[in-house]
């Protein structure tokens, strides 16, 4: 995002991520502001991320989507070892991270990943 307060508020929500976890209340609010800041920029993608994630967040108290995986798993492949080691708090971290920089074209794949992610949960 190239919106100086988005970028404060995906900070805010980082620090806030380590210091005291996924904490529902503050964090969806929070979420729910930065979606504002995508809507205004209009990136639909984000828009719906973000929206899916809070949601998701609403839902299960937690965010249970794992993080992706550096390299795309071959057809078959089970071992999910880099994914299942990382705490909702680092998944949530990531994603978040990936809405900071919308300009590489691995952050919006990402994101998309998180999306289908997220919608099929």
Do not use: C, W
């Not at 805010?12 to 502001?33: A, R």
């Amino acid at each position: 995002m190239e919106n100086t307060k988005a970028i404060q508020l995906i900070e805010k929500i980082l620090k806030n991520l380590d210091e005291t976890g996924i904490n529902t209340d503050s964090l969806i609010n929070d979420i729910k502001e930065l979606r504002g800041y995508a809507i205004e920029q209009k990136v639909p993608l984000l828009v719906k991320v973000l929206r899916y994630t809070y949601e998701h967040i609403e839902e299960h108290q937690s965010f249970l989507i794992p993080i992706l995986d550096d390299e795309p798993l071959e057809e078959g492949d089970d071992d999910f070892e880099n994914t299942e080691d990382a705490s909702p708090v680092e998944s949530l971290k990531y994603l978040l991270a990936l809405a900071g920089n919308l300009n590489n074209k691995g952050n919006i794949s990402d994101l998309q990943e998180y999306k289908a992610l997220l919608m099929a949960y």
